[in-house]
């Protein structure tokens, strides 16, 4: 004999209540106020090591159109601007990019005596730069490009 249930509802035809909807919320919220400052913390990392990288590619450009060129080019950086730029001394053909607000030009050595902000470094047609090590950071990390005196290729190096 079928028996029959009056007034009750199979929980499968019931909806979502506002406690349950509440409660879902608060722990969504919780769970991205912790994540957030840590996915933050990971762009402005990237944003570091892309500017390295992008550094290191400039004076890889330079020492390779000077040889390519049999040009002498400058490898400029403008640490109170936050500017990188390449180009050749007869000023033909220039590039330069601007580092992230996030990053800034920590050290360069060897140290400049008139104290000027602005440092270049020359590359010979031959390829040759006087060695060089140019220290970006942020407020959580370091990172170096320093050159190899005996190839000319910079190298890039967390600190």
């Given at each position: ?69 049999q040009r002498f080019y ?8 936050g500017t990188v730029s390449?180009?050749d001394l007869e000023q ?68």
């Open positions: 004999m079928p028996t029959f249930s009056v007034g009750r509802v199979n929980r499968s035809e019931q909806g979502v209540t506002l406690l349950e909807l509440l409660v879902v919320v608060a722990l969504a919220s919780i769970l991205l106020a912790l994540v957030f400052p840590s996915v933050g913390a990971g762009l402005r990392t990237l944003e570091l090591r892309s500017a390295a990288q992008r550094l290191a590619a400039s004076a890889r450009y330079a020492r390779d159109q000077a040889i390519h060129r400058e490898l400029e950086i403008d640490a109170a601007a390449v180009g033909t053909a220039r590039r330069s990019f601007e580092l992230p607000a996030s990053v800034r030009v920590e050290r360069i050595s060897p140290e400049e005596t008139n104290g000027s902000s602005r440092r270049r470094f020359l590359f010979s047609p031959d390829g040759y730069t006087a060695a060089f090590q140019i220290v970006l950071g942020n407020e959580r990390r370091q990172v170096a490009i320093t050159s190899n005196p005996l190839t000319g290729f910079p190298k890039v190096a967390e600190l």
